[in-house]
């Protein structure tokens, strides 16, 4: 075969699909493979795919059916299916489409340039969905090479013990397991030298980081990426309510790199709600967990998840997460309809909530939400926000409110809240991309804030 030879990957679903689509990309790149944004003029198209709501599967199949017509035209095409879905389905998945040559499991990132060479030289369809019980790890290389960027995804742990009642991850991703310090912290180092600034820390449950293995624990670990020279920023997502420590909470007043920001999914304000969903804390005890965050550190920013109309809740229970939305007053949430997933034990609860209500109920509380995130905002203005600058806007904002011509670049506050603020070219030039810069707010929108920098101000 002569290289380079030209791959589309196409991505579905959370961050730890967005890092695992790096990992495919780097080792592809590195037996020769060049990415291309259109999967028409690639040889090789690889689809990363998620199950956690039904809709993100109904994508894959959407997805797959396109690719049928590309394949028709180039039958030499290989196509590939990872992630979530090929781990769920498996072997059915080739049945299901017929011009798919190859379908790689959660674990089987790792072996991604083996399976596809094999498949280039027997021409063979190939399935691996093996579950491993160690962390298969790719190459330092394998983190695709950076253009622009300025915050990476790293997984510092997969898998899921947790098994609440709605979720399929404990059954696609295997159970949990962490890496080991060092080669999260050689990662970061790699990233860093290639010009990364912030580093988002992704596990299902950051806080049982490293208990099963006996390796050193969350906090220890932040402490040791908080000591890597020329990091400017660390996040984690996400951390479960019931293992919220006391030490974690500490962590955000003793670490200069961590953004005051927690994501901390509730998903029912309704303890009824919670227990059917095994999520092992009630309403109360989230809200003193929240009580207890804002009292060590008053600014920090919460953001949740919300799921509606899981099985069996009723008008009240339904109640009960608007009010514990309103006391809460997150910056932020993402909400969701209940969507019955294969494996996980609610498909077979009964009192099944209608679509119509579901979504009726989904509205309320992205309308609430909506409402809590421009007050949030507003309370910013006249604040001085530290920002890291990601970028210059395409679409320059010349309007009347702003009358702005200078370029206009956009950050992100340790809140994780758009800014957007002009600053002529020649003060800054592109360097300011990857920078951290105070700007005073001057106005609030609903999804983004503008201000101006605080030395321009006089
Ligand atoms: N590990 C995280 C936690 O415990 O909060 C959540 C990870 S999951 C990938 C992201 C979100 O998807 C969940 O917080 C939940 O709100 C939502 N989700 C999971 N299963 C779902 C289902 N069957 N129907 C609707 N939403 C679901
Ligand atoms: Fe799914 Fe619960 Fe594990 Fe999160 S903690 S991944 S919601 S089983």
Not at 286 to 306: F, N, Q
Not at 307 to 318: K, S
Not at 383 to 400: A, D, F, I
Not at 408 to 437: D, M
Request: aromatic share 8%; glycine share 8%; with cysteine.
């Amino acid at each position: 075969m002569i290289y380079p030879k030209t791959v589309y990957i196409h991505t579905i679903g959370c961050q730890m699909n967005v890092y695992d689509s790096e990992r495919i990309a780097g080792g592809l790149t590195h037996i020769g493979y060049r990415l291309v944004s259109e999967p028409e003029s690639a040889d090789l198209v690889i689809l990363n795919t998620c199950a956690i709501r039904e809709k993100a599967e109904q994508k894959v199949f959407s997805f797959l059916g396109r690719m049928a017509g590309l394949k028709r035209k180039n039958p030499e095409m290989i196509i590939g299916v990872g992630g979530c879905v090929a781990q769920q389905e498996g072997r059915k998945i080739l049945d299901r489409a017929p011009y798919l040559d190859l379908v790689f499991g959660t674990h089987a990132v790792s072996r991604l340039p083996i399976l596809v060479q094999q498949v280039e030289t027997s021409g063979g369809r190939l399935v691996d969905v093996a579950i491993s019980d160690v962390i298969q790890e790719t190459p330092v290389y394998s983190v695709s090479s950076v253009s622009e960027q300025t915050s990476r995804f790293v997984t510092i742990m997969q898998g899921c013990d947790n098994y609440c009642t709605y979720c399929v991850v404990p059954y696609v991703r295997g159970r949990e397991m962490s890496r080991s310090p060092e080669r999260i912290l050689s990662e970061i180092q790699a990233l860093v030298d290639s010009g990364i600034r912030e580093v988002t820390l992704l596990g299902q449950n950051v806080n049982s980081y490293g208990k099963k293995e006996g390796l050193c624990d969350f906090s220890e670990l932040l402490t040791r990426v908080n000591g890597i020279e020329g990091l400017l920023r660390i996040r984690f997502t996400t951390s479960h309510p019931k293992d919220l420590s006391s030490d974690l909470i500490a962590t955000f007043n003793r670490l200069n790199k961590l953004c005051k920001h927690i994501h901390l999914p509730v998903q029912s304000g309704s303890t009824r709600i919670l227990s059917r969903m095994n999520r092992k804390y009630s309403r109360d005890q989230y809200l003193e967990k929240i009580a207890r965050l804002r009292d060590a550190c008053p600014d920090i920013a919460i953001t949740s998840d919300i799921i509606v109309g899981f099985p069996g809740e009723t008008a009240e229970d339904f109640e009960e997460t608007l009010s514990l939305i309103r006391q809460v007053a997150y910056d932020d949430l993402f909400a969701f309809m209940y969507s019955d997933r294969p494996n996980a034990p609610a498909a077979h609860f009964m009192k099944k909530i209608s679509e119509t209500e579901k979504a009726e109920r989904l509205q309320q509380v992205l309308g609430l939400q909506e409402t809590l995130t421009y007050e949030k905002n507003q309370s910013l203005v006249n604040s001085h926000q530290v920002v890291l600058v990601e970028g210059v806007n395409q679409r320059m904002n010349t309007s009347e409110a702003f009358r702005e011509t200078t370029p206009q670049w956009y950050g992100r506050t340790p809140g994780h809240k758009i800014v957007h603020f002009p600053e002529p070219a020649r003060l800054s030039g592109s360097g300011n991309i990857g920078s951290l810069k105070t700007i005073r707010i001057e106005k609030a929108f609903s999804h983004s804030l503008w201000g101006r920098p605080v030395s321009e101000e006089g």
